[in-house]
């Protein structure tokens, strides 16, 4: 039996060119050094790596998904399309460090409140976090 390559039709070539996605939501960082990895990795690859974007709109999509912390880091900087690069440094120079994110973790997993009854949701959530911190250690 021979493998003959696939050919896909025009219809099935037109299906898959007006296929919908919903959005997908930007995540919100807040400053808090155990989240920044996942923070960093999804806005880098949705929006930071995308050439064609100019960078006065990835500042505003940056400016958009920090809170608390690490959006006083970067408030100072006026919305210019010169100062994405400078905010973006901010921030990684702040919370890419390779200290402060597994003492974060650390700290909590050592503050882990204790169970106080035999609660299937608490007993769930303790399971959760010590794992996704050990995991992310």
Known sequence: MSMMPRVVSRYTQERHNHLKFPP????????????WISFSDMFKTMIHEYDSLPEIQTFHYLKSSLSGEAERLISNLNMTSSNYTSAWELLVERYENKRLIPASHIRQ?????QLHKESANEFSELVNTISNNVNAL
Request: glycine share 12%.
């Open 24 to 35: 997908i939501k930007l995540p919100i960082f807040s400053g808090q050094y155990d989240s």
């Open 109 to 113: 997993l050592l503050g882990l409140k």
